[in-house]
């Protein structure tokens, strides 16, 4: 149990179509970061949020966007989604700062999108 | 943009000793991480490296050498439960922000 939370669990969409994703961390958790995982590949990041601001962001489009909130949550928001966005999305806060002395992320069990 | 090559798959027997090698490519390091990932679960923090030489934590060690781009990760007294995913990650700093990139990861199969 790392504490981290996200849902839906799972989620069908068809192609054009938008989704939200959450993820609730654990309080004092100022940083999250947002990874998509293709079967059999590593995560890869999609943005990162430190006290409610983008504070990098990975090689994705700008129909991925992201919102993190006071309350130690945040979003992930896909917009004209494709076929290709069927992946485990992941997320993951940290207690440090991005870039801190071991910025040990704990993630979430993830959300698994199928995009018809 | 950065490169992280790991072996795809390994296996290893029950109680030996396995080598999980990791090699990379990056302008701006900024420290190495080690992640387990079971099947359909998400990943668990092992281990980071940021200097040079060995880290020991119980039966997992893990060593990095900035000068040549590589850590391997060490795991002891294997156990059936360890056969899950190995990831390695690298963190970049030479955008101003903080960008990690992990590999594929390497599929490790501990058999009796």
């Known amino acids: 149990e790392t504490g981290v939370t996200q849902s839906p669990t799972h989620l069908i969409k068809t192609r054009g179509q938008q989704v939200t994703l959450r993820c609730s961390s654990q309080?004092?958790?100022?940083?999250v970061s947002w990874y998509q995982q293709a079967l059999g590949q590593g995560p890869q990041f999609i943005f990162q949020?430190?006290?409610?601001?983008?504070?990098g962001r990975g090689n994705f489009p700008p129909r991925f966007s992201g919102l993190q909130f006071p309350n130690y949550s945040s979003e992930l928001n896909v917009n004209a989604l494709e076929l290709d966005d069927s992946a485990l999305y992941l997320c993951?806060?940290?207690?440090?700062?991005?870039?801190?002395?071991?910025?040990?992320?704990?993630f979430g069990p993830g959300t698994r999108l199928t995009v018809l | 943009g950065q490169n992280i090559d790991q072996p795809t798959e390994m296996t290893a027997t029950e109680g030996a000793i396995v080598q999980i090698n990791c090699t990379y490519q990056t302008s701006g390091f900024n420290g190495l991480f080690w992640y387990q990932q079971h099947a359909g679960e998400a990943p668990t923090f092992l281990s980071y490296n940021v200097l040079d030489g060995l880290e020991e934590k119980g039966r997992f060690s893990s060593f990095l050498s900035r000068s040549k781009g590589y850590s391997y990760l060490l795991l002891k007294e294997l156990q059936m439960k360890d056969s899950a995913s190995y990831l390695c990650?690298?963190?970049?700093?030479?955008?101003?922000?903080?960008?990690?990139?992990f590999g594929r990861g390497t599929s490790l199969i501990v058999h009796p």
């Open positions: 949020y430190y006290r409610e601001e983008e504070n």
């Open positions: 309080s004092g958790h100022n940083t």
């Open positions: 993951a806060s940290s207690p440090a700062p991005p870039g801190g002395s071991t910025d040990t992320q704990y």
């Open positions: 990650a690298v963190r970049d700093a030479s955008g101003g922000s903080y960008i990690p990139t």
